[in-house]
């Protein structure tokens, strides 16, 4: 582990000189300096003040980085056909996320089923064609390039009432899909 590395990056995060946390800990600049450059190794008792001054604890220092998957690929998205309808969870396992995009298809004359009123909020972005969002007892149409954006709360389905397929991405938080 680089210890001088992740201390020198976390004394930057907080805006302090080498001075200022030699000063905090009662410990010289040319020490912090030596430290950072892994020149020297600080005693566990040195190490727990310089991370206190830090506001972490050697914990939360020795934790392994999140190695959490950023991006992904078509070979990652999982498809589902029905109705006239493709649907892409285009990322895996999303529902332990926050929030859930989808990428639909509907064919011309194809709709999701009725979603029924629940917390959360859904976001889109039409693709290509254009789709009709039935929200509760009102209907709004929503073109290639344009968004839509509510809250789940009311009954809601989208169809496609043109002749050509309708493309959107669809994100709800929280997941349900």
């Not at 001088?4 to 000189?17: H, T, W």
């Not at 006239?84 to 285009?90: A, T, Y």
């Not at 009709?132 to 390039?145: D, P, S, V």
């Amino acid at each position: 582990m680089d210890i001088g590395n992740k201390i020198k990056r976390l004394r930057l995060q907080l805006n302090l000189s080498q001075a200022e946390l030699a000063d905090r800990c009662e410990l010289t600049k040319g020490y912090i300096s030596q430290l950072e450059n892994d020149l020297t190794e600080p005693s566990i008792s040195t190490l727990r003040d310089i991370l206190s001054a830090l506001g972490t604890d050697l914990a939360e220092f020795f934790k392994k980085e999140d190695d959490a998957r950023i991006v992904f690929s078509a070979d990652d998205f999982i498809e589902k056909h029905e109705n006239g309808m493709l649907l892409k969870w285009i990322i895996p396992n999303a529902q332990k996320n926050e929030m859930e995009p989808v990428l639909v298809e509907l064919l011309a004359g194809a709709s999701t089923s009725v979603d029924f009123p629940h917390e959360g909020e859904e976001f889109g972005y039409v693709l290509e064609g254009r789709i009709c969002l039935e929200l509760g007892k009102k209907k709004y149409i929503c073109k290639k390039g344009e968004t839509f954006y509510y809250a789940a709360d009311k009954s809601h389905n989208i169809s496609n009432n043109g002749n050509g397929t309708a493309k959107f991405l669809w994100i709800s938080t929280p997941p349900n899909f």
